[in-house]
């Protein structure tokens, strides 16, 4: 090779290189997660419980569960290094009034990490059934709060046996005063505090910079990379990383061909692996876990044909309808409208300025598909009972999630522009967690001085 040819070799791969010289976000590690994740279960207890309790008028909260069977409130509730509950772990939390701290009690014999005492003294009640109710004795409540709901899995962890044996052993003086804790679980599960809002826009930044990996000359080569050596990747990737993810991601393909593309295999029969090419509109869904948080995104790249240095003006245009209809969604947002209000609104107004949409945007936080309102599902436009039903609280985090069905005179056919980021709902209204996508990712990406 001749040395002037073998100097621009060597400047195009460290071109290539810098384009991924950016480091991902810190990956805290094992012992430093553990910390932040006590802190911040230590802030939500002794801040935003109070106020939630007092909130749905609940005076105190039971929480039973069964090792490896756990109640999926009780699992946001356990310390860094509980990683279930042991054998039978029961949690009070009851509220003295006046302005008081709330008394946070362990049914056990010995503390659940530092933040709950144990009140199980084996030698005046060597039962646990009997400790607690003389814990409800002494502290006499107007209401006791179970979670069992008919319309939220995540406030339903109370099982048969155990509810079966809690009302055996309560004595009837109490009974009359059980209630549902739905509302007040659901309202912890949902609520974001500020020590959370501070470590979530990072979390969201280090998924949109895997997904930018992924979505690249770094992990497809048109032609030979498929569909699901991508989305293998993506696992991996996570697993390197020592992070989790609460689903297994997705990528699909849609191209100028006669195949008629259905959005609704991604959710229930997806195609199988696909050799990506030239030309291909790819779409992603992924989320990853990390410091018991959880992320939902999807995103759109573009492989360049021979020749083409840009995406085609037709599907930046796409794009700009998808945008448009999380606009359109978010504008709705507004404290104490249901979930089914702000579709019904969202539909409306899509339909108004001609965007064929579905929505089916949902709560993120400490689960996935997390508790709040539901805002449409993909199967059921017309709203939902119950979830669909519950009303938007401020400092809530979501997932808008939805498409845009636009067509492509070019294509001769109709695509879905798919899309999901992450955003939060305070005092001060909508924003995205850490920005949304506004163009379309190109594979392979522009290098800077090379025309």
Known sequence: MRPKYLLLFVALLLLSSCLWAQELPVVLPERTRAQVVDEILEDRFENLLPRLMRRQGVDMWVIISREYNEDPVLRTMLPSTWLSARRRTILVFYDPGEGKPLDKLAIARYDVGTLLKGEWDLSSNPDQWDALMKIIQQKNPKKIALNYSNDYAHADGLTYTEQREFMARLPKAFQGRVVSADRLAVAWLETRTEKEMAVYPMICRLSHQIIQEAFSEKVIQPGVTTTDDVVWYLRQRVTDLGLGTWFHPTVDIQRADATSFDHLRTFAKRPGQQVILPGDLLHLDFGITYLRLNTDQQQHAYV?????????????????????????????????????????????????????????????????????????????????????????????????????????????????????????????????????????????RKIEYVR
């Open 304 to 444: 360049l044909r021979p020749g083409e240095t840009e995406v085609p003006g037709y599907l930046r245009e796409a794009l700009r309808q998808g945008n448009r209809l999380q606009e359109i969604l978010t504008e709705q947002f507004k404290p104490g409208q249901s979930g089914n209000q702000i579709l019904a609104a969202a539909l409306a107004q899509a339909r108004r300025e001609g965007i064929d949409g579905t929505i089916y945007t949902h709560p993120i936080g400490l689960h996935g598909h997390a508790a709040g309102p539901t805002i449409g599902m993909w199967d059921a436009q017309g709203g939902i009972k119950g979830p669909g039903d519950y009303p938007l609280f401020e400092n809530t985090a979501y997932s808008i999630e939805l498409n845009a069905a636009v067509k492509i005179a070019e294509w001769n056919k109709t695509i879905r522009i798919m899309l999901e980021e992450d955003g939060y709902f305070d005092q001060t209204g909508f924003r995205y967690i850490d920005g949304r996508q506004t163009e379309i990712y190109t594979i392979p």
